[in-house]
């Protein structure tokens, strides 16, 4: 199982990305998919995690109502759609992949995690 995340960049603050996980070697069905940022300095925090199968979707406080996560089966793909940016969305974003919803939630922990991609927000 791999994961590889895309669409990172530098933006500025009131801006939008949008950025991609792609699964190789499982189903999304199979996972759930959660995004992960960690800033310099900085503990990794949970973003937002989907469950297909569940039909669960979740989101931390800080990006509820600016980041909307969602999939593409055929693609075997999960996005996050980030927008109204802001400097303290400035992270390396990680996408990962857990065999429980629970495990990867609550526990913030993961079988699979992908290399991560860069998010910079300018003031």
């Known amino acids: 199982v791999q994961l590889v995340e895309s669409g990172g960049g530098l933006v500025q603050a009131g801006g939008s990305l949008r950025l991609s996980c792609v699964l190789s070697?499982?189903?999304?069905?199979?996972?759930?998919i959660g995004w992960f940022r960690q800033a310099p300095g900085k503990e990794r925090e949970r973003v937002s995690c989907?469950?297909?199968?569940?039909?669960?979707?979740r989101y931390v406080d800080s990006v509820k109502g600016r980041f909307t996560i969602s999939s593409d089966n055929a693609k075997s793909t999960v996005y996050l759609q980030m927008n109204s940016l802001k400097p303290e969305d400035t992270a390396v974003y990680y996408c990962?992949?857990?065999?429980?919803?629970?495990?990867?939630?609550?526990?913030?922990?993961?079988?699979?995690w992908g290399q991560g991609t860069q998010v910079t927000v300018s003031s």
């Open positions: 990962a992949a857990a065999g429980a919803l629970f495990k990867l939630w609550h526990l913030e922990r993961s079988e699979y």
């Open positions: 070697g499982a189903s999304l069905d199979d996972y759930t």
């Open positions: 989907i469950n297909r199968r569940q039909g669960d979707i």
